[in-house]
């Protein structure tokens, strides 16, 4: 009850806020309220265009249904468009500065954007300035102003230090997307005075900032539309831009967050053959298996025969494993030998390895020496090297594979090393390994540790 009455008490303190802060800055009755701007308007003047105002595309069923081809953009927003005087905008920083009560200083900050247009944005820049350039607000506000500012929005980061430019492109290029482009395309960064200050002063590579700035392009092209992102992403790959390919992720992300898991797995395999194909997928089969495990397998199992497509096969036998193991585990075993099965099986005992250790082994035990066994084994072991190390080089050390052996025999060695230096020691000297497998796992990479992070 206790608890209730607090988070009702909550509640009612942000209604009151929200309603004095709008009551203040955003009287009733206004010929202002009438006043709306929706995001078909963009061809307007970019005070009518307002702020917020983002389009979004639909379902990745169709392209047809994210252009609004039935009539219906049912992914606009529409925003009330407030004109804030000088006076209102010195208060609502006031407030965002100063302001001890967070849910007050939220209020505020939506006030100001609300209110945003591209004649007073300098003004309300000012009121946001002290914040972290990383920070959410931050980047929102410059989303926001690249919204209703485009190109001049962009350019004011030209001049400062902190990262302006490539929220600004986002809001930019969620908002009017061909306009975005265009100037994207036309870019001549080398011949425009408006870089200097950060390819001269700051000796920015022209090529870094220009893969900065197409990640933001990206981002906001992926909020209006996902299957224009993806085309862009494609048009880049095939133009020889570095990175490009893992743009993809971006676009993914879009279309993670607006279509079902089953539908955002059928846009990523619909992408064209090659590198960013696999990246896409790979991406939305964790998502789609954590959502669905049987239907993600189900989706999954027609790509289990080719090579390219395993980590597919890998992401949802993961996802599954973290679920049900011995169900994920029977799934793999039904594709046909591969490297999807491998991948799968190194991934899957990885994770039962991790949740239950003795049931995991025991299924290891049972299975019938083959490749899809050794990869088993393979990831088992060096998941149990971090509590067990000394059964895990057992598992190790049972490896049929010659090269697989010898590589899980490092892994193990060197997380037993972490976890028990003096005990890893007395095995390397009792084990008969090799000079150079010795050395191997006494001198593991630098960015090891970081990789093994990711993993787990």
Known sequence: MKKNLLLHGAWIIAAILSFNIGAKFFPAGGNDD???????????????????????????????????GDGVDSGSLEVVKRKLTDGDIESLGEQLRKGTNPIERRFAFTALLAGLTAENALQVRKQI?????????????????????????????????????????????????????????????ENNAGFDALLKDRKIPAAA??????????????????????????????????????????????????????????????????????MAMHRMAGHFARSDPEAAASWAGNFSSQPESAGVIAEVGQNWAARDAQAAVDWLGSLPAGNGQNAGMHRAL?????RDPTAASEHL????????????????????????????????????????????????????????????AEWMVSSGVSEDVQQAILNPPKDEGAARGRRR
């Open 129 to 189: 300035e002290h914040m972290d350039h990383r920070s959410a607000e931050f980047r929102e506000f410059h989303y926001a102003w690249g919204a209703v500012g485009g190109a001049d929005a962009v350019m004011f980061g030209a001049d400062t230090e902190e990262d302006d430019m490539s929220p600004a492109l986002t809001g930019w290029a969620s908002a009017d997307p061909e306009a975005a482009l265009a100037w994207f395309n036309n870019l001549d960064m």
């Open 350 to 354: 990885g994770q039962w390895a991790q």
């Open 34 to 68: 009438k006043e709306r701007m929706a995001t078909g308007a963009r061809k307007g003047s970019a005070d009518e265009r307002g702020s917020l105002a983002v389009g979004k595309g639909g379902s990745s069923k169709a392209s047809a249904k994210r252009s609004g």
């Open 365 to 424: 035990s049972s299975m019938a020496a083959s490749d899809a066994k050794d990869a088993a084994v393979s990831g088992f072991s060096r998941r149990l090297a971090w509590e067990n190390p000394q059964a895990a080089m057992s598992w190790a050390e049972s490896i049929g594979s010659d090269d697989q052996r010898t590589e899980s025999i490092i892994s193990v060695g060197r997380a037993w090393s972490k976890r028990d230096a003096s005990g890893a």
């Open 209 to 278: 900032l220009t893969g900065h700035l197409m990640r933001g392009l990206v981002q906001g092209l992926a909020d209006a539309n996902p299957d224009t992102a993806s085309r862009f992403v494609q048009d880049m790959v095939a133009s020889g831009h570095e990175g490009a390919e893992g743009m993809i992720h971006i676009v993914a992300g879009a279309v993670m967050r607006s279509d079902s898991p089953a539908d955002a797995a059928l846009w990523s395999e619909g992408l064209p053959e090659g590198k960013m194909r696999d």
